[in-house]
């Protein structure tokens, strides 16, 4: 969802304002329903055509992550005079993103004895507000519009992405790798 509105005044403080404030916000879900077991669920590893470890899959698995992202900001574009335009900025930003309470069913054959059902605990990863300022100026060098010189200054965010939540999501898809040794050759 995301809106603004813009307001222009002519003569007003020492030049042409217009201002524009506005709003971007963002919910998003990360769900992946039907991430069932692999059959078998297991996989053999080899060493020179000999099998030397076993890795087990924990499905079925049903990863849930959310993310919240709010954005407001306000901007002046103001000309003092014909030749010069000043831009002010200013942008607020809330992001979240957490792992919801939720469980699983154990993991199919004989995989259950690694991965039995369990429930996890919600994991709430720091919450960013963050205010950016901007500044920017543009001034005509010759008055015809032909030739500018421009500067601007300003700090930006890192907007953090729903996938992050992957790395602490307890219900993502996982394997587990045993060694063992076949003493007997067969």
Not at 73 to 84: E, G, I
Not at 125 to 151: I, M, S, Y
Request: charge should be positive.
């Amino acid at each position: 969802i995301k809106g603004n509105v813009t307001l222009y005044k002519s003569n007003w403080g020492r030049g042409n304002h217009e201002f524009r404030a506005g709003f971007d916000e963002g919910i998003g879900t990360n769900q992946y329903p039907g991430m069932s077991s692999k059959a078998p669920n297991y996989h053999l590893q080899y060493d020179n055509g000999v099998p030397d470890r076993v890795a087990f899959f924990n499905g079925p698995v049903t990863p849930d992550r959310r993310l919240n992202l709010l954005g407001v900001y306000v901007r002046d574009k103001w000309t003092p005079t014909r030749r010069l335009t000043l831009n002010f900025g200013l942008r607020y930003a809330h992001e979240s993103v957490n792992v919801p309470a939720q469980c699983r069913e154990a993991a199919a054959g004989p995989s259950a004895a690694v991965f039995p059902a369990q429930c996890f605990d919600e994991i709430q990863l720091p919450t960013w507000n963050n205010v950016f300022p901007r500044l920017q100026a543009a001034f005509d060098l010759t008055g015809d519009g032909k030739t500018l010189l421009k500067g601007a200054w300003g700090r930006f965010g890192f907007m953090r992405d729903i996938a992050i939540g992957t790395r602490y999501d307890p219900n993502s898809i996982t394997y587990a790798s045993f060694v063992w040794r076949d003493l007997n050759g067969n």
